[in-house]
Each structure stands twice: as C-alpha cells, then as structure tokens.
C-alpha cells in the first residue's frame, strides 16, 4: 500500500506573504534564470549572511512551495527520499521532503547539504542532470521529478575540510550565487528593518560586525554574522543596555575561547 501525496500536502509549504529580501547584486535575476532553465542552485557563503530568505523569496516570486531540509550528519538517502513504515494496516510507503518536492513541483532547499552522509549527496545527482527523476530504490520506483520542481542547496565553503567537502562531481551540477555580508549601509539598512532599530543604532551594530569579521583567521572561524547583529538588536530594541546585548548577542555565541572573547570585546568598546 502506498500513502501517496495527500492533497494539499504542499500547501503547507507554500509562501503567501512576501518575505522581505534586500537584494545585494544580481542574485534575483540569477536565481530567476536558473529557475527558467530549471538548473540547480547552490547558495554559497558564510551562515547568517541571507541565504534562507533569499531562497523562501524567490519561491515566493515564483509562486512555488518551498521545501526545506536542514542537513545533519546523519541525514541519509531515505530521510530525503522516503520510507516504508510499519503500520495497523501494513507496511506503508512514507514520502521523504524531496520526494514530495519532486512530485508536487516544489522548490527544495538542501541546507548545508555537505553535512549530509554521502548515500543522501548521491541520491541528488540524477534529479541534477537531463533525467531529472529521483530514485526511490527501496520501493523499486524512478519518480520523474514535476516540471516545476527545482533543487537549491546551500554550502559554506568556510567550513569544509578536505574530509568534508562535496565532491568534484556533486559540485560541478550546479549553478552557484556567492553570498557574503552585505556592504555596510546596505546591511545597517536590513538589521534596522529586521530588528526594529534605529539607523543610528544599526550602524553602531553594524560596526562591531566589521571588526569581529576583521578578527577571522585569527582564531575566529568567523566574524559576527548578519543574523548575529540583527539578534543583538532585537534585544536593544526590548530595551537592554548595548554592551550587554552585544555580549548576549555576539561575544558568549561567537567564541567558548576567554582571551579571544576578551580581544573581541576590547576590539569593539573601541568601537562604540
Ligand atoms: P543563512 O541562510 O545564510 O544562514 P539567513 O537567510 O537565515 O542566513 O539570514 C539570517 C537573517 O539575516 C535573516 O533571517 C534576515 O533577517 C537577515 N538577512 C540577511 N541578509 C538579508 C537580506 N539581504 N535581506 C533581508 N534580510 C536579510
């Protein structure tokens, strides 16, 4: 027995209200002609920087529903796929996210898919290249993935190792957008629309950001991200004082190291 689809399975996943995405440089028009041209997408850049609500935008401008799998190091091929599972009425066939996505026409988004276990990178390619079907070996079916359906995965060439990297032959399927931390304005503009802040106070943020990002290399993997700041706003906008929403926000996440919190902290009162 199969429980397939159930109607409006989809529309759960689908983006009624426009999420708010400034865009930096040509990333819209970009991902529009992938999408034209049904090409798979890989967002790269540091985490924190947009790459989430760029994607839940561009579905929104597509009219797509958008399925998204945060990838984790046990993720495998059948959590993708799907499963059989045991039930009262015997054993029935569970539809994994990107199978439903290919079915229904979905925007999948694979996040940090490189986290993933190697069967679960594998069972991508075919949906990646002229055959655009995915197999779902267990149940001995070739799903023809939905004329709408698209993949989009994220990557953060920040973190791989050579132990863990995506392969030569995952990478080269994709059409790939580059993501960094917006130039100043442009980001005190989003941390102020996202946080409720004043100008003033975005930029105040925004200048820790670059000098916590002057700091990676030197035993900060990375410096505060968009996000951070815009977390360190929310809790000035709820009233906190700013060295202690910067320290709730940015130091005590940032790094478990005390002279680099210390370096980073002193970098920063510098700042404000
Ligand atoms: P990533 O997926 O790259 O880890 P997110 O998309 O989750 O990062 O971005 C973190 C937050 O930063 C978002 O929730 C959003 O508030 C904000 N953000 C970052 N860049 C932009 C942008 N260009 N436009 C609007 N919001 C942004």
């Given at each position: ?18 999420p ?7 990333e ?45 190091e ?7 796929a799907?499963?059989f ?35 679960a990178?594998?069972?991508i ?69 996202e946080?409720d ?16 990002r002057?700091?990676?290399?030197q035993?900060?993997?990375e410096g ?13 906008r709820?009233?906190?004082?700013v ?13 478990d ?16």
């Amino acid at each position: 027995m199969t429980t397939d689809l159930m109607p409006g399975a989809l529309s759960a996943h689908a983006i009624r209200d426009e999420p708010y995405y400034r865009a930096v440089g040509d990333e819209i028009e970009i991902f529009a002609a992938a999408y034209a041209g049904r090409l798979p997408v890989m967002l790269k850049g540091p985490t924190g920087c947009g790459k989430t609500r760029f994607v839940e935008h561009m579905a929104w401008r597509l009219g797509r529903p958008l399925v998204t799998v945060a990838a984790h190091e046990d993720l495998t091929a059948a959590d993708l796929a799907g499963r059989f599972l045991l039930a009262p009425e015997g054993t029935v066939w569970q539809n994994g996210p990107l199978t439903m996505a290919v079915r229904g026409g979905a925007i999948c988004y694979l996040d940090e898919i490189v986290e993933a276990r190697q069967d679960a990178t594998v069972v991508i390619h075919p949906l990646t290249d002229a055959r655009r079907a995915l197999p779902l070996e267990k149940k001995g079916e070739l799903v023809p993935a939905h004329p709408d359906f698209q993949l989009t995965i994220s990557y953060n060439p920040g973190y791989q190792s050579a132990v863990k990297d995506l392969k030569e032959s995952t990478k080269q399927r994709f059409v790939a957008i580059e993501f960094d931390y917006p130039a100043p304005a442009v980001e005190a503009e989003i941390v102020a629309r996202e946080a409720d802040v004043s100008g003033e106070q975005a930029r105040g943020l925004i200048e820790v950001g670059l000098r916590s990002r002057n700091l990676r290399g030197q035993g900060l993997a990375e410096g505060a991200s968009t996000r951070m700041l815009i977390h360190a706003g929310k809790l000035l906008r709820a009233g906190a004082p700013v060295d202690a929403a910067i320290r709730a926000a940015i130091l005590l996440p940032i790094t478990d190291e005390p002279d680099l919190r210390e370096a980073l902290g002193a970098a920063i009162a510098a700042s404000l």
